[in-house]
């Protein structure tokens, strides 16, 4: 049986339960057969050729002619870190149109009610890209509990601020 950790990291990244485990039997068999590949995967001969075909269209997946055999090769996975910054790339475009969405809110008044040590070190990494330099900023905070929540990110969170020069 497939590792599940590999298993579990590629659906994570947007493959499907198919498509993840057709990659990773082809993975460790080298050039095969769909039906080596099939039997590799545990997953029915004829769901692989379309499984094969999307893997293809998304780079992972080679097909090789021996002869008069196909024979099908997972590309390196070297490849999927190639198509993260491929994705990534795609969502940093976009980025500042989802910002001037999301900063189209009404005039009125709001509270944000943040909760747990993600929530609060998301509102310092936004504070330090949206303040400008010599802008003046106000936390009212218990100091000692907010440096004790995870002492070595904001002491660094500390010293980048203060290299932006952000009072």
């Known amino acids: 049986m497939i590792n599940s950790l590999f298993l579990e990291t590629l659906i994570e990244f947007g493959l499907s339960e198919h498509e993840s485990n057709v990659y990773l039997a082809s993975l ?9 590949i099939a039997e590799g995967a545990e997953i029915k001969r004829t769901t692989v050729y379309s499984v094969v075909e999307s893997l293809k269209q998304k780079g ?4 090789e002619v021996k002869g008069l055999k196909k024979l099908y090769t997972a590309e390196n996975p070297e490849k999927l870190d190639i198509l993260l910054e ?3 790339g795609r969502l940093q475009s976009l980025l500042p149109q989802l910002s001037a969405i999301y900063n189209l809110k009404g005039g009125e008044s709001f509270i944000k009610y943040y909760t747990g040590l993600e929530a609060v070190k998301n509102i310092y990494e936004t504070l330090i890209k949206d303040i400008k330099p010599h802008q003046d900023y106000l936390v009212i905070s218990d100091e000692d509990q907010w440096i004790n929540l995870d002492e070595k990110y904001f002491r660094d969170f ?10």
Do not use: C, F, V, Y
């Open 28 to 36: 460790s068999l080298g050039p095969a057969t769909i039906q080596k």
């Open 60 to 63: 992972l997946m080679l097909i």
């Open 86 to 88: 491929q994705r990534q």
């Open 158 to 167: 500390t010293e980048r601020r203060a290299k932006l020069n952000i009072n």
